[in-house]
């Protein structure tokens, strides 16, 4: 049995719901074939997101890490790079915290690549007609960090696990965009289904690999 | 029993699809409560489009009309006005026609103002958590078209009956972005829904006004 | 010798410039060939715009006029459509009026359309390499409200002089998007160029016709 | 007598001008008190990037590199991070390349840091009412290949010399955006400018520091 640790966030801002959190939440314990989901919701302070995204992989040593985050996009985007920066700009962490231009890990090396095989994914979408691209920023807030934090904790493992790594960022609900109505959203169902269909892709990519 | 005629586009450009067909074709024959449903595709043909839906409100001699059609846009986008005018800028009519600020009706007046009752529309809309607002243009492509001459033609009537008339911009599929996910989509089923919802609201507001 | 009506709007909302008074203040008084251009600045006052502008008509009885605005585009847009509404959104008219769907001349028509020649003046500058499009749409606040009140006042004269009317949407310059940096914005001269041509066009285009 | 070698792009895709280039030719050889500016135009050709780059790195032996660029966006952008990453989405270089998801230099770090004072440069432009931000994402063709391995030649140097380096991104030129004019551009005197102000304060800062 492979286990994946799913990761979602909690609202932040002006809104009440996040569906990566929804997600993360529904397919907590669920099994896919060879996988066992074990679905978090991380809290949005700047302080804790390190220390809580690493109990859990320390705790579950799961093979592979999805982190999911909500961004007003139009597609879900699997991001390629985390960087060793916060910088938060009109948008507060949970917290009150304003990170400026502050650095993650003063010894982390500058950026991670994620280690998901994202282009395949991204076809893999694609072919079930859901918009889907790969994002070579994924900003510099929580959802980097977390990110940033999951890969840098597994690459600093001793024997490194056999373990990858990687964030999908999905867009947001259409209930959240009520009074912002040019803004994209995204159905959640669609979004459920993309990370099923990644969950499922994954199982025969890496797992066979 | 009212008749609600309700019209969409075939597939135009690179698109094999047209939600707003689909939707025409998926609720044609159905009834609700008081409101029976006549769906009917309208082609996408410069010559044709005057032609074919007053002949349909002369059959059909509907209480509601509702022409809708797809637009690259984020939301439900309920319009407000119909203009005298088509041009085609990088899009072409699927007869190959391409209108350079061709007046619609030489005899019509500048524009019409759809007779929905749009605000109350869109507010039921968003009650129901979807997406929508009022838009102030229709452009000058098919949908302005036909909502012109179905505005026109009911108002030429000698007697002209109770009719409402409007039209409906349904934003693209999901599927009809994959090779461009930074452009907003829609579910279908939520598009149904928000014409259910439409249809609905119409039966309360119009019909015991 | 032709007279010219050249209005711009103060400012409104979080700004503290408006490009369309500057350009409407510099040009005033100028003389181009034939082309004597009165500038003005109307009040950004929802029950106030129909006075100004229908007084400074009356006043100087001008050959032209174009109304001028600022919106958040990238080019010099022309208008092409004058609606019989106004409707605020988010923004607020200067004097705290917020009117929902209203119509500004119960006895006026729907709609009027521009009589500037306007294909003409877009393909015009786009010759002088500057960025330019035709506007279905001047929105439903003060600009399509000036445009109204202007093509209305002239069409209701007993003997309509031979006058052009039309809306011209500047964009915002730099200086009002230094926080919201990824909004488009255009150089103060490239404006002002791009009105001069207009002047210059029309002083060949209208005056010879 | 410090060395600033600032280097443009030549043209690309349907472009006939490259205001980086425009630029680099323009400022090449003028002094600005301490500084002297080799301007240099580097061909978008993906084989030839790196030794282009590093031969004039090795030849001018600068203090400051600033590789500019062009791209559709509406300020000037300078650049946080260069990822060892090239993937060419729709845009083709000039040599016919189109590298997907190819590593730059198989033995470098996954990214590095802009040495630039990225934040202090924003607020100096803004200060001078030019639209300006820090961007997180340099893309993955020409500009942030040039960036990455002006970096990276610069820290592979034995004995590194004190020499910041960073790329900035310049919007279009309204000549540019004629075809499609609801995309931003930015006037080249503008432009100019943002670059002299940039020079001026690393003047300023770097050198004293």
Not at 42 to 47: E, K, M, T
Not at 170 to 191: G, I, K, R, T
């Amino acid at each position: 049995m492979t286990t994946l640790l799913l990761t979602g966030f909690e609202p932040f801002g002006d809104h009440f719901v996040n569906p990566s959190e929804m997600i993360a939440k529904e397919l907590n314990g669920q099994e896919f074939s060879k996988i066992q989901v074990i679905g978090k919701t991380i809290p949005l302070r700047f302080n804790e997101i390190k220390r809580e995204i690493t109990e859990l992989i320390d705790k579950y040593e799961p093979e592979i890490i999805i982190n999911m985050g909500q961004a007003s996009r139009s597609a879900i985007s699997i991001e390629k790079v985390a960087i060793n920066l916060a910088n938060t700009n009109k948008i507060v962490y949970n917290c009150g915290s304003k990170p400026e231009e502050e650095i993650l890990e003063p010894s982390g090396p500058t950026a991670y690549f994620s280690s998901l095989p994202i282009k395949i994914l991204v076809e893999y979408l694609n072919e079930y007609q859901i918009p889907s691209y790969i994002s070579y920023s994924a900003g510099t807030f929580g959802c980097n960090q977390i990110m940033y934090h999951s890969l840098n904790h597994i690459s600093m493992k001793k024997k490194p696990p056999s373990c990858i790594v990687g964030f999908i960022h999905l867009p947001l609900l259409p209930e959240q965009v009520l009074n912002s109505p040019h803004s994209p959203s995204m159905d959640y169902n669609m979004m459920k289904t993309s990370i099923l269909l990644v969950i499922s892709k994954l199982g025969e990519v890496a797992l066979t690999g």
